[in-house]
Every structure is written in C-alpha cells, then in structure tokens.
C-alpha cells in the first residue's frame, strides 16, 4: 500500500501531496521537509530507490519535477515505478504534453486523475482508456453546470 | 441556486471574488517571500469574510484556493465546515471541491470528519455513479474506524453493484475498512469471489487486493481461501490468459499485459502458496511460464520477474523452480539498471539462508556490487558478502572486504570492521593469517573499531601463544607508523606491555626483524601516551604497558619510574591510582614488583553459548581475563591480585593492584598475609570496583615464623571473579552437611557450618563464641588449605566476641574443591582477652565427608 506520495519541484516546492495514513499537519510538514531534502540531495545516477525511516521511498524525476512515493516493506519498488509512469502517463493525454505549469494551475485536476487511478494507496484501473473517460465525463458534468452560469453571465445577469 | 439569488448577489456590490488563476498568478509574481505572504494574508482575509457570509455561489472557488494556499503551508482548518457544505450541495462541481477539501483537511484526526459521514452515505445512494465514485474516493483515502463502522453496509451493498465503476472502488473501500475494522472481515468474504470472475480488469485487480488484505489479516481466513476449490485455479487461468493472449491496447505496457494485475496476482498466490503443499503445486506450472515468458528488456518486464522470484521462494517451490528464480536473480545483478541490481541484492539476502549453494555461484558479481559508487547498493552488498563467507573462501573475501574497509564512508567502517572480526574468529583458516587480518583491519577501519573487537583481539592473541614474538613486532611496527588510532594503540601497547621482552630480544623468524632496543619501545609508548589524540582509554592502556614493561626489560628501571611519576598528579583518577601504586610498590616492595607484573596466562575464551546461570555467563563473557593465581614459592603466604592492567571494555573498570600497602605502612616490609576478597567485577553496568578488605590486618606485625609454618601449604588465592553471582544464581541444593565445631578451647569455640553453592563450592559459616565472662578482642581468623583447593575468606562481621555466649562473631569462607579431595584447613588464631593477647594454630579436619560429595 502506497503511505503517501509527494510531487516536488527541484527547488523542493511542493506541488501535490496525497497521504493515505492519517498524521497531524507537523508531522506532515517535518516528513515531506526531510524526505524532500534527502530526494534533492541524490546523484543522477544514484538508484531510485532509498529506505527512510522503517518504509521504502521510491522517486522519480520527470522534468523539473519529482514524484516520490512512500511505501510498505512488502510492496514491489519496480511496480511502483511503473505506477508513477502510468500517473505521469495520463496527465500527459489530459493535458497534451504535460509540464510543471499545469500542474500548478491546475493542481485539483491533478488531485482528481490521481483519485481515478489510485484509491486507499491501492491502484485500481489498469486501463488507462478507463481512468481518462472518467474524467472527461465528470468535467462534462461539471460543465453543464457551469453553462448555466455562463449563460447568465454573458446575458448580463450575473 | 435560483436565478433571482444570483441577480440579487449581483446587484449588491460585491465584486466576484478572485479567480483560482488569478490568484495562483499573483502569489508567483511576487518577488520577495514577504511580499508572497501579504498577498496571501489579503486574500485569507476576504475569504474568510466571503465564509463567513455564507456566499454560495463562489465557495467552492474560495475553498479550492484556500485549497492551494495550505499546500504552499498556511493553516487552513477554518475551511473545514465549508467543506462540509460544499459536499452536502447538489451540485457537482461543489461536491468534486468539497470532496477534494475534505481528504486534504479532513482525516480521522479531527473530529469534524465524522459530521460528513450522513452526506457521504446519501453521496453513495445517488443515481450518479460519479457521486458515489467521489464518496467512495473520499471515504478511502479518509475514514476512520468509526466512518467504517457506520459505512461498511452501504459499501458492502455497493459491491454487489452491477456497475464496474463503482465495484472496483468499493472494493478498494472494502480493504481500507478492514485496516481500519478487523472484525468487519467476515462482511466482505462472500462477495469477494464472484468478483474474480469479473471481465474488467479493474474490479478483477481490487477483488485481488481485497482478498490479499483478508488473508494476511487474518490465518482462518487464508485457509478458508486456501481450501476454497475455485480460487487458485481462477487466478492461475486469469494469469495465464493475461500472458498467453495477444497484444491487449487497452492494457499494454510496453509489450506486457496488465502488469499491475499479474503482479497482484502473483502476490496473492504468494500468500496462498506458502507453506501448503497442494496450493504451491498447483502454481508450479505458470510461474516457471511466467518467469521464462516475460521481457526483461523493460522494467515493466523485471517487475514481474521480480515478483515472480519472491513467490517462488516464498511458496514450497520445487527445486528446479528454484534454481530457475536464483539464476533470474543472477542476471539482474549482471544488469546495467542499478534498480535492478539493488533489487536482487535484496532478494539475495532474504534467500540466501536457505539457498546459500546457488547464491554461492554469484559470489563475484556481489563482490564486483562492492565497488559500485551507489551507497544503498554497496550496503546490500556488504551484507550479503558477509553472509557469503564460508571456510573455503574465507581468505578471498577478507581480502575483498579490507580494500572495501579501506575506502568505506565512516558509516560502514564500524559495520565492516567488527564483521570482519567475527568472520575471522569463525572461519580463520590459521593462527598466523588471523592475526595478521586483525592487524590490517585495525589499521584500514581506525578509530571506528568497536571496543568489544578489541577485547576478543586482546583475548585471540593471548592464547596463540606461539605467535606472540611475531605479533608483538608487528604491532609494533603498525604503532609506529600511527599513533592516533585508538584501537591500534590500545592492543599494541597491551601486546608490548605483556611480550616487551620478545620485542627486544629481536630473535623472530621474519624476513625483516626489527631491531627495537628498550629506549626506543619506550620511546613509542611515551609517544602515544602523551598524544594529544590518546583518548582517555588509550592512555590507561599505555600506563599499564610500561609499568608492566619494568618487569620485563632489563637497563629501563629508572627510565619507567620517571614516566611513572608524573601521572602520580595525572588528574584522571585512574592514571594517578596507578602511578601512584607502582611508585609506592617500586619504593617500598620492590622485590615484590616481578611477581606481580609476571606475564599473564592464555585467557580462557568463555563459550558463548554457556548459559551457566545468565549473569553468570554474561559478565564472565565481558570479562575475557581471569586473573591466575601467583605461584610463590619463596613468599609464604603471599598472595596479591594479578592485574592484567587493561581496563574492561564495556565496565571501564580497573584492576589495580590490590595490595593493601597504603594501608599498612607499619607492617614490616616483607611478607603481608593477605587475605583479600573479591572485588565485583560483575554485572552489565559499569561498577565501581569495591574491594572489601577483608580480615583486618593484624595490629602486630606478623613474626615469620608462622608464615613458615603454614608455608608448605598453598597460599591462599582470592578469587576475583563472579563466583560471588555464581553463587547467587546457582543455588543448587544437595543434601546438606552437619556443621562441626572446628576449635575449641576455653576461651573461644568456632564453629562451622556449611552451605553447598556448587557441586564443587561449599560456603562455611564461621561462628565463634565466647563463653567466658570476659570479652573476646581483637579476634583474627586466619585459613589455610591444600594447594588442589581455593580459599576465599571474606569479611568478619567484627572483631569482638560478647561474653556468656552473648553473641557471635561470624564470617564465611568459600571454598573450591575441583579435584574433589578431603578437606583439610589449617588455622591461625588471634585474639585479646583482659590485655593478653593469644595465639594458636592447629588444623580442622574433622570436615564432614559429605562435604564435597
């Protein structure tokens, strides 16, 4: 099971957080603050893999950002990896050649395809067609409301 | 919200608040982190106010950037209860933000969570499955034992749902309830195998997850899994179909079919697998497919394989699957992927217990692992080298290890440097090499050397008495190349100070003997003990040495003394103690000085694995000296301490001589009846060491004579060791003996009784009466017995016996009797009755047979 994953910049901004173990808010802040500094402070051609604490942390680095995932001693570092591509993957259809900036602008966005593809720290659509027409039909539906709005908007009633 | 609302917002003059963008824009276009923060503050500010008003319509707008203003770290929790609204409005974008708001501020820490549990339940009952896929989303990544409990029958109830989309996430909710819940288990089971015959890959992967979680949680649940006829079959077909079927679009990755599913899978028929007989055999045939099938060009491919390998040897594999996986395992370390490598040295490690002839064969790729620049590589393969070592190539891999130990990080120098040392103690192939790999590691590893790994190197060398000429010019010359390491010195100056005559008589059988004369030995531990690097340990060693050393070369006498006498000021209470005894021994006892500094005995290695009574065993194991008893043909009765002179490893205790010259300055120089007692020396934590003097020294110089007397008999021997625990702890009761009264005269009656301690240990219990009118002072007690035995008196409880038999002075004396001979003790009497003093000698021997029986 994944215990949280952390995407950061290189500059070691956070940019997404999702913890599926319950901490208080100081820890949080303490775990990502080391676990980001011991990240940064790797070799490029260093293994992705490091143990911290009593879990394994997995990492990657895409661009200008790294995903890092934390998890347990019995879960399979290579699949995980893959995990981290299978994310990377489709934000990169959902967005068209997805880079930083929207991360950041778009930073629910990114909350929402994670929640497609992963629930409980366990994946749970292995079909990448699957995750993505699920997203699209709940912005569709997102939308038609926001027509209304619109309409109103541009009627001048709003 | 109606039109009539909106306008009404509108017509009011309340700007729209900012948009997410806008705002994300602004905080990145501030220059300076105070300038990050007002614009932060300013916009806290307004949507603190627009809460507070209760503003439905841009909520959820407001609550996505309090949203992104706690992920850059500012406190958010007043968002909490908007959360809380924003799930409970219909419409859907307020749900999607409400939802998002509550697994970032909400979790089972607060109890606010659980006031959302009633709109989660409608959320799940809703026509819309993109409601109930955000409730369950919610619900998994946040609920707490209580949410489970409250929401595990709506989840349940889901699962049995015909749609796929929801399945599969409630699935999944299922897993997270049992973390939470165990008990809830039993709820889930029977939806859960249907679920397997699902065709979406979706549900079939979280039903497989659902019922790993069950099994490993619960042992009944596995076995009924287990026993269950359908399952393994079912999973072994999923798999089969997943690799035999041609290329899938939906679910490749890079030319493999659902890796994700045939992962878990394998996980789960891991678990099934272990330890049953029929389940593991039933698997045989599709891992061996899988392990053969699967590219390996890709990661995707080595994840399998991966995972493959650890069921293999986790299940009751057969031999050639085995060998199959170990090879897989081989290959990977031949990898380029540094992942790959890492993760065969792990899996290495773990096999390698049970398979250590297969992993054998790829002793050299793990060496090669040794020099990789990647430190979590090189530490698996530390590991896994010293798990390797077997007699037959001890001597490769040492020598691998100490070029390993020479341009280690400090971390694992301390890890390598006491491996090594253990390593050698079991598999030295001889004497000679073993030291000589001691040496080098001393060397290569410097100050990181634990301290236990010198105190077995003191004790190894002790006993390879043959090499001690060899040993000690080594050291020697390892010492004078470099002072500063610790442990370097602590054994070189033992060595000198116990072998410091073979070091200068030069006659070794080396290629380059080294010519050292006693100036220039000294000159070195001069050198070392007034280095500013010496640590205090160092130091005590290096005194010890030297005085030691007076016995031992001839010319140097005056030249110890005065390296002596400046540490009789030393501000180190135990340099200054043992100064200040050797300058008084040299002064006043000098005759006694060879005896006492007389080369120690081989140690005796206490076996490990004696459990001899644990304190017993434990502390005779921290205690690798046993001080021997001093042969002393010429001195009567002389009996002192021997102090081997280094300090204990773990106690930091010293073992100074424990002669008791400060305390007797009147004695006539000579001969001193010393019955010392033992010092405790025991125990785990560091104890100061007490000696109790035991029979008060006679007020009258003893006359010589009677040291004569009682010469042809053994001197008594003190024994310091944990005898004193030894007879706490093994109390083994035998029959008892009969006390005997030993003396009897009129004015004094002794008796003894007797305590079995051991089947070769007998306490006796002295008691001395005094039947007379008069008092009894002064009252000394003095014993001797055969040489075979070992005599230990311990203190009296005073030295005045009360008349009329008005009371007792007691004492106990121990003795050991290994040889299993009749007892036999003679005495010597002293006491004072109305200012006449007496004395009497004479022997017990009516010791009661059954003593040592």
Known sequence: MLQFMLLFSRQGKLRLQKWYQAHTEKTKKKITRELINTVLTRKPKMCNFLEWRDLKIVYKRYASLYFCCAIEDKDNELLTLEIIHRYVELLDKYFGSVCELDIIFNFEKAYFMLDELMLGGEIQETSKKNVLKAIQAQDLLQEEVQATVTALEQLGFL | ?853
């Not at chain 2, 989303?137 to 409990?149: D, L, N, V």
């Not at chain 2, 889930?188 to 065709?199: C, E, Q, T």
């Not at chain 2, 009751?316 to 065969?344: P, Q």
């Open chain 2, 1 to 853: 919200m109606s039109v009539l609302q909106a306008l009404e917002e509108k017509l009011s003059k309340m700007p729209a608040p900012m948009r997410l963008k806008d705002l994300i824009r602004n905080i990145r276009a501030a220059r300076t982190a105070a300038d990050e923060r007002a614009v932060i503050q300013k916009e806290l500010a307004i949507i603190r106010n627009s809460f507070r008003e209760e503003d439905n319509t841009y909520r959820c707008r407001n609550v996505a950037k309090l949203l992104y203003i706690n992920m850059l770290g500012y406190p958010a929790h007043f968002g909490q209860l908007e959360c809380l609204k924003l799930i409970a409005s219909p419409r859907f974008t307020d749900k999607r933000i409400g939802y998002l708001g509550a697994t970032l501020l909400l979790d089972e820490r607060h109890d606010v969570h659980l006031l959302i549990t009633n709109s989660m339940k409608n959320d799940m009952e809703h026509n819309t499955q993109y409601i109930v896929g955000l409730s369950l989303s919610c619900f998994g990544s946040i609920c707490s034992p209580e949410m489970s409990r409250d929401l595990a029958g709506e989840v349940e109830k889901l699962l049995k749902s015909s749609n796929a989309y929801v399945k599969k996430k409630a699935a999944l909710c299922g897993v997270r309830i049992i973390r939470k819940v165990p008990e809830l288990m039993e709820m889930f089971i029977p939806a859960v195998r249907s679920l397997l015959n699902d065709k979406n890959h979706g549900v079939q992967l979280t039903a497989v997850v659902l019922i790993t979680e069950m099994c490993s949680r619960s042992p009944e649940t596995l076995l009924h899994f287990r026993k269950v006829k359908e399952i393994v079959p079912n999973l072994v077909r999923i798999l089969k179909n997943l690799i035999m079927s041609g290329y899938s679009p939906e679910h490749d990755v890079s030319g493999v079919s659902d890796p994700f599913l045939q992962v878990k899978i394998l996980r789960l028929l891991r678990l099934l697998g272990k330890s049953d007989m029929d389940c593991s055999e039933a698997m045989n045939d599709i891992l061996a497919q899988v392990a053969t099938n699967t590219e390996t060009s890709k990661n995707v491919g080595n994840a399998i394989l991966y995972e493959t390998v650890l069921c293999i040897m986790d299940i009751k594999s057969e031999s050639g699957l085995r060998v199959l996986a170990i090879n897989i395992l081989g290959r990977f370390l031949l990898n380029n992927d540094k992942n790959i490598r890492y993760v065969a040295l792990n899996t290495l490690l773990r096999v390698v217990q049970s398979d250590m002839n297969a992993v054998q064969r790829h002793r050299s790729t793990i060496v090669d692992c040794l020099k990789d620049p990647d430190v979590s590589i090189k530490r698996r393969a530390v590991e896994l080298c010293f798990a390797l070592i077997n007699g037959n190539n001890v001597r490769s891999m040492v020598k691998e290890l100490i070029f390993f130990l020479d341009k280690a990080d400090p971390e694992f120098k301390a890890y390598t440097s006491s491996n090594i040392i253990s390593t050698c103690e079991r598999h030295a192939p001889n004497k000679r090499w073993h030291i000589d790999t001691m040496m080098r590691v001393l060397t290569g590893a410097g100050n990181y050397v634990p301290e236990d790994s010198v105190a077995s190197l003191i004790q190894n060398i002790s006993e390879s008495s043959s090499l001690h000429g060899y040993i000690v010019q080594q050291l020697y010359k390892g010492l004078k190349e470099d002072i500063s390491q610790q442990p370097l010195a602590q054994v070189a100056s033992w060595c000198m100070g116990e072998y410091g005559d073979l070091l200068v008589g030069g006659a070794i059988e080396e290629e380059e003997p080294v010519q050292v004369s006693e100036d220039e030995a000294l000159d070195l531990l001069e050198s070392v003990i007034q280095s500013t690097s010496a640590s205090q340990v160092t130091k005590e060693y290096v005194l010890q040495a030297i005085l030691k050393i007076s016995a031992r070369f001839t010319h140097s006498a005056e030249r110890i003394k005065k390296m002596a006498a400046p540490y009789t000021q030393s501000l180190d209470t135990e340099l200054q103690q043992r100064s200040v005894e050797f300058t008084a021994l040299v002064t006043s006892h000098d005759n006694m000085r060879p005896g006492l500094l007389e080369r120690m005995p081989p140690m005796e290695r206490k076996d490990e694995k004696q459990v001899n009574g644990d304190m017993n065993g434990e502390s005779e194991d921290r205690k690798p000296m046993k001080p021997p008893s001093v042969q002393h043909e010429s001195k009567g009765l002389l009996e002192l301490l021997e102090t081997p002179g280094a300090p204990m490893p773990n106690a930091g205790l010293s073992l100074s001589p424990t002669h008791n010259q400060k305390t007797e300055p009147s004695s006539s120089g000579g001969e001193l009846l010393d019955l010392l007692d033992t010092l405790d020396l025991s125990g785990p934590a560091p104890a100061v060491p007490g000696f109790q003097p035991l029979a008060p020294m006679p007020s009258q110089p003893a006359p010589v004579n009677i040291m004569d007397a009682l010469g042809t008999l053994e001197p008594m021997v003190a024994q310091p060791q944990a005898d004193l625990l030894g007879g706490l702890v093994n109390n083994i009761s035998g029959p008892s003996i009969p006390s005997v009264i030993a003396v009897e005269n009129p004015t004094l009656k002794i008796e003894f009784a007797f305590e079995r301690e051991s089947p070769d240990k007998v306490a006796i219990l002295l008691r001395a009466t005094n039947p007379t009118l008069n008092p009894v002072t002064s009252f000394l007690f003095q014993a001797a017995v055969p040489k075979t035995f070992q005599l230990e008196l311990m203190t009296p409880s005073g030295d005045l016996v009360p008349p009329n038999n008005s009371g007792a002075v007691t004492q106990t004396i121990k003795v050991t009797n290994p040889s299993r001979q009749a007892m036999r003790m003679r005495y010597k009497l002293a006491y004072t009755v109305l200012g006449n003093t007496s004395q009497e000698q004479g022997e017990v021997n009516n010791f009661p047979p059954a003593m040592f029986s």
